[in-house]
């Protein structure tokens, strides 16, 4: 797993265990995971998301220390680095410099009570890894079904449909709060998916990337996004149908931006982040955007790769 990713960049890795090549399985992390804990390796590197963590939890707990290098899933767990650029740098300053070491959270989501819209999440144990505060990301935090977080929801959902032109196709990205938007428009979006509605109503459900780029020529588009609670990423986590491809068609002036003040004050004032896949898009989208948080209310926040 990664020998031959890491022979293209020059390296001499020293290969352990055996796999089935293209069927690897939980178990394979694991196993390999243990044996790098008893080759006594200084760091541990594993590319996925909230399900490969839970797997190294697993396999070696707090023993190691580790860092999560995000492959573009919704992560809810504490033990990544923002970006692949993010992971590299941390671990290099913690070879170098021995960065100190902070127990994170790894967290277990329902996946099943998210796509009805609940968000049902339990601590599933620790992972122990080098801490550079702005390198490394929060643990994500889901949406409150407090009366005043669905009433900020509400909010603005108003605002947003109520600007919404008859010649405009929007793509709605993942979240609940893009879902209160469908919800007020009496359209059946998916919480997870990437929908697309126009003149109020749903002309496309659960679409995929192609299905995007096929979609778009000649026609007016937009596209809405919520970054994710704590973290702050409104592209690469989560809704990678939309593209950098697609959004390259789109343009940045229409990217619409919705979130509530609660969500962006979990953010503890941190930057609104992208990573998505492609230097030249995430370059693009820096600077600052307008954010919908609430009815005729919009903030300005800092767009940072």
């Known amino acids: 797993m990664g020998e031959n990713e890491a022979k ?12 089935q090549s293209g069927k690897t399985s939980s178990a394979d992390t694991k196993n390999a995971a243990r044996e790098m804990e008893a080759n006594k390796v200084q760091l541990i590197l594993f590319a996925g998301g909230d399900g490969t963590a839970r797997d190294i939890c697993d396999a070696i707990d707090c023993r190691v220390p580790v860092l999560g290098i995000p492959a573009g899933v919704k992560i809810h767990s504490g033990a990544f680095a923002l970006n692949p650029a993010s992971a590299g740098e941390v671990s290099a300053k913690f070879l170098k410099e021995d960065l100190p070491l902070e127990d ?4 277990d989501i329902d996946e099943e009570a998210f796509r009805e819209g609940r968000v049902s999440a339990r601590l599933y144990g620790y992972l122990r890894v080098p801490y550079e ?3 490394i990301q929060n643990v994500k935090v889901g949406s409150s079904r407090e009366e005043g977080e669905e009433y900020q929801k509400r909010a603005v959902a108003a605002h947003v449909t109520e600007e919404m032109e008859d010649d405009w196709y929007y ?5 609940s709060t893009t879902k209160a938007i469908a919800d007020e428009l009496g359209v059946d979006k998916t919480l997870l998916g990437v929908d697309v509605v126009n003149r109020g109503k749903l002309v496309a ?12 020529p000649g026609k007016k ?18 809704n990678q149908q939309i593209s950098p491809a697609v959004i390259t068609k789109v343009g940045k002036a229409n990217v619409i931006i919705v979130a509530t003040r609660r969500k962006l004050d979990s953010m503890t004032g941190k930057p609104l982040l992208v990573d998505t896949g492609s230097e030249e898009v995430d370059r693009m989208l820096e600077g600052y955007m307008r954010v919908v948080a609430g009815y005729r209310e919009e903030l300005v926040k800092k767009i940072k790769r």
Do not use: A, H, W, Y
Request: with cysteine; proline share 6%.
């Open 8 to 19: 293209e960049c020059g390296l001499t890795p020293k290969v352990i265990g055996s796999i």
């Open 104 to 107: 994170v959270e790894v967290m």
């Open 133 to 135: 505060r702005r390198l």
């Open 171 to 175: 793509i709605l990205g993942p979240g």
């Open 205 to 216: 459900k659960d679409v995929n990337e192609t299905q995007l780029i096929d979609f778009i």
């Open 221 to 238: 588009v937009k596209i809405i996004v919520t970054p994710i609670g704590g973290q702050g990423f409104i592209f690469g986590r989560g």
